[in-house]
Structures are given as C-alpha cells and as structure tokens.
C-alpha cells in the first residue's frame, strides 16, 4: 500500500485527462488568444488588465514570465496568490481574496454531497470562462490521495469561482475571480504547464496541530505538514520526489 506521503506526490503531478477543457496539449503561446474568445475574459481583461499589469510591475513581475502558486488555509477563509518570474527565486504574496462563502469543516472532502472544501495539493486543470459563477478554475480533485482514503464516490467538479456561495467549492466573488483567472491565463500563456493549489485546514505546525491532537484527521494533516513547511520557509513549493522522501 502507497504511504500518506506517495499518495500526496501523485496527487501532485496528476492532471485530468477527461475534461473538455484540460491543459492538457494546450499550446501556452496561443492560451490567451483562445481565452479572449470569450466575452467575460474579455471583459476582465479590457476592465482591470490594465491595473492588473501594474500591480504585476510594482512587484517587478513580468506577465510574460509569470508563474503563480495559490494557497487556501480554511481557518482564515482567504485564499492567497504568491508570485514570481519563472526561474527567479522565491514566490512573493501577491495579494489575499477573502471567501465570500464557506461550507464544511476542518477536514479532507471524502464523499459526494458532504460539503466539505477539499485539503491537500491540487493544481488548476480546467479554466471555464462560461461558469455559473461567472468564471471558474478547476482544481483536479480528485486525486490519488482523495481516491485512496475516500468513499467509493468521492465527489468531484471543485471549482474557485465567482459568486458567493459554496457547496465544497472556493467563491471569491466576481471581481476576485477576473483578477485570479486573468492570473492564472497569463502564467499558463507564459508556459507554466502545472499551477499548483494547495488547501490547508490551517497552519499545520506542530503547536495547531497539538491544539487537535484528538481529531480523526491528525494523521491525515501531519501527512500535510511537510508541504506546508517547507514553503513557509522557503517560498518555494515542495516537489513530489520530495514529498516521497518526506517520511
């Protein structure tokens, strides 16, 4: 049987190969071409492009080398987009959205119908610019890990988006999703293939989880501790090979 840690290191590297709209063969030099087919990506663009790009300057972040990382900690109820130009360095925090909405519990997502916001590492596989929430990003839930620890049918189709309401799902309102979605386009137009999300019930240090010592899910959130980590101190986002040697 994987361990915990195997599991997570899958879970980072896969990506849907079912979804109509998968990155998956995706030509990154034409992805904002496509995008700007639609006319909600058209309008965020021609609305807050402007002051999105000077947001990205006064970081000195070139939208032309972007490369994003997003990070959700239930117990804040916010979710974080950290940034950097490709192959310079440590991710910077960019800029905090609040939830609009939340649902669940501290906790993994382990069946359909529960509620609960997933907990693990994710990345974005689907960007649908026709969302019932305006716009959305699809986060590959579920993983190998979801699979392996979940119920038979783990539920699926987890989403951040617009609006303001959730039934498992990260809703960051309408105008946060056009900042985040035009992010995320532009880090995959400048060839980022994997934009990863990590979701955390909250900090996973030794004092929060100590606070929780007799939750049913200590083993399942120490599983998350080295992830967490080893970003916090080094603004960097842990490999799955390390993942595996992280036992």
């Given at each position: ?10 879970g ?5 190969t ?19 087919r ?19 300057r ?27 130009n490709q192959?310079?360095?440590p991710?910077?925090?960019l ?26 590492f ?19 839930y ?14 699926g189709?987890?989403f ?34 994997v ?13 929060e ?7 049913p899910?200590q ?16 603004h960097?986002?842990?490999g799955?090979g390390?993942?595996?040697?992280a036992?």
């Open positions: 049987m994987l361990s915990v840690f195997q599991l997570f290191a899958q980072c590297t896969m990506s849907s079912t979804a109509a709209d998968s990155l998956i063969g995706k030509n990154p030099a034409a992805f904002w071409k496509e995008q700007l639609f006319p909600r990506v058209r309008a965020a663009q021609a609305a807050i492009g402007p002051a999105l790009a000077t947001r990205l006064t970081h000195s972040l070139d939208s032309k080398q972007l490369e994003i990382f997003i990070r959700m900690i239930k117990s804040r109820a916010e979710l974080e987009v950290w940034a950097r192959g310079s360095g991710f910077q925090l800029e905090t959205y609040p939830l609009s909405a939340t649902s669940g519990t501290l906790g993994p997502k382990r069946r359909a119908g529960d509620y609960q916001v997933p907990e693990g994710y990345e974005i596989d689907r960007f649908n610019p026709k969302s019932n929430y305006h716009l959305s990003l699809g986060l590959n579920p993983n190998a890990a979801d699979r392996a620890l979940g119920e038979p049918n783990p539920g189709d987890i951040i988006h617009g609006g303001a309401a959730s039934i498992g799902c990260l809703p960051i309102t309408d105008a946060g999703i056009e900042e985040v979605y035009l992010l995320a386009v532009a880090a995959r137009a400048a060839g980022q293939a934009i990863p999300v990590h979701l955390f019930p909250f900090a996973i240090t030794e004092a989880l100590a606070k929780r010592r007799n939750s899910h083993a399942f959130w120490r599983g998350l501790l080295p992830g967490y980590a080893y970003f916090e101190q080094h960097e986002v842990m799955a390390a993942l595996v040697v036992r």
